[in-house]
């Protein structure tokens, strides 16, 4: 094992070369670091709006899309426990980036509910307020196994909404994708859990890769707005090629305008505005008023421009976008740095400062990715 010293910027770089997924820089403390004004920008403008934090980098099914099987098998080394960002370290980093402007926290993973007394970390979380204090919009992204034990605690914690991920209806078809033989029918009655316990309008994710599920589009939006009608908004994702370990390939994605095509030939749709700046899925109705659904075209459609999004690793890592291949590492300076709130305040500033990622809207554009040959980090470490 070895480690070797790269300059990164504004930042001195330690980089251990055994594990990719370490490959951090340790942010340099700023001598005089400037207070939170709530209204930072990134190189290209960008507020920083959004957070979404990992809390666990398990997760108990093997979707091939994210964790393939034959990698994320009995022998992988996932972090241990004393890696891992504990509640109060994740809340005290949340509560700078609030003072930066973040007004948005999604906790994923690998899959959050594992996380150990998951709904405490809620409870502390929804005790922070925006700079123009407001409650956070405070959500989740789950896999739904284990929602009907979990729902009703996340709600009572103070969560406000919910993301259900699911694949496809069909039975034969969802235990493959989940790749763990996970029944449909027990997410079904997670999403219920999640509706009964407040967590409404619910969404659900569904990644669609070309050939596998596809079939699943129109069965999956008819069973939803036929039964929870506007109270679940289906959001059908590109299939997309974060990390190194899922085979991706440009022939595995269907277009999300292909996704319209095909729902649009059974139930007519019409688009509708977004909510606010930034957000990823493009909004459409069904002109019946059967509700909502929507798309999210990370691939063929990029969102770079409005990206306000910031990434917290399960163990503290910092990153600026979904293809990172290196991340900042805070716990060093909530741990061996034991920097004040308003030293790591100002580093955060400056990070968010030097910001330039644009990876999907490159990869578009056919044009070379910045950090070229780099390993992009794996999806369940960072988060969805
Ligand atoms: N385990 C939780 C779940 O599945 O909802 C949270 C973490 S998961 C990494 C977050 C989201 O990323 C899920 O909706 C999942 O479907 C999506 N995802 C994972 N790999 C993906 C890929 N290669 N392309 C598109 N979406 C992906
Ligand atoms: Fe687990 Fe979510 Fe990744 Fe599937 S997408 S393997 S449920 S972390
Ligand atoms: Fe944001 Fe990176 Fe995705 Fe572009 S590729 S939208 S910068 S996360």
């Known amino acids: 094992m070895g480690e070797r010293s790269m300059p990164s910027g504004a930042f001195a770089s330690t980089i ?135 729902a009703q605690a996340l709600a009572d914690a103070g969560l406000k909404r919910i993301t259900v991920s699911l694949d496809a209806l069909d039975d034969t078809i969802f235990r493959a994708m989940n790749d763990v033989d996970f029944p449909v029918a027990d997410v079904l009655a997670g999403i219920d859990a999640a509706l009964a316990a407040g967590l409404a309008p619910l969404k659900v994710n569904m990644v669609v890769k070309r050939g596998t599920n596809d079939g699943e589009i129109v069965p999956m939006a008819r069973w939803f707005r036929e039964n929870y009608g506007a109270a679940v908004v289906l959001r059908f994702i590109e299939y997309m090629d974060v990390g190194e370990t899922n085979g991706w390939r440009m022939d595995h994605v269907l277009p999300s305008a292909a996704v319209i095509d095909r729902l649009a030939d059974v139930f007519p749709l019409e688009p509708l505005d977004a909510h606010y700046g930034g957000e990823t899925a493009e909004r459409w109705r069904y002109v019946d008023g059967g509700g909502e659904i929507g798309v999210v075209s990370s691939v063929t459609q990029a969102f770079c421009r409005d990206c306000n999004r910031a990434r917290l690793s399960t163990e503290g890592k910092l990153y600026l976008c979904l293809f990172a291949t290196q991340g900042h590492d805070l716990r060093h300076l909530l741990r061996e740095a034991r920097a004040s709130d308003e030293q790591i305040g100002g580093v955060l500033a400056e990070i968010w400062a030097q910001r330039g990622d644009r990876y999907s809207e490159l990869r578009g554009a056919g044009k070379p990715q910045a950090d070229g040959g780099a390993r992009k980090v794996e999806m369940h470490y960072i988060g969805g």
């Open 16 to 150: 251990p070369i055994a594990d990719l997924r370490h490959r951090a820089s340790v942010p340099r403390v700023p001598d005089r670091p400037a207070p939170a004004t709530g209204r930072l920008t990134d190189r290209l403008g960008r507020p920083l709006r959004d957070l979404r934090i990992s809390v666990t980098d398990r997760c108990n099914f093997r979707c091939s899309y994210c964790m393939p099987k034959d990698v994320f098998d009995r022998d992988y080394a996932f972090l241990p426990q004393s890696s891992l960002l504990s509640f109060e370290e994740i809340t005290r980093l949340a509560r700078m980036f609030v003072g930066h402007g973040v007004r948005k926290i999604r906790l994923t993973g690998g899959e959050p509910t594992l996380r150990r007394h998951l709904e405490t970390l809620v409870g502390m979380l929804a005790e922070l307020r925006t700079v123009e204090g407001e409650p956070l919009d405070l959500t989740l992204t789950t896999n739904g196994s284990v929602l009907t034990k979990k």
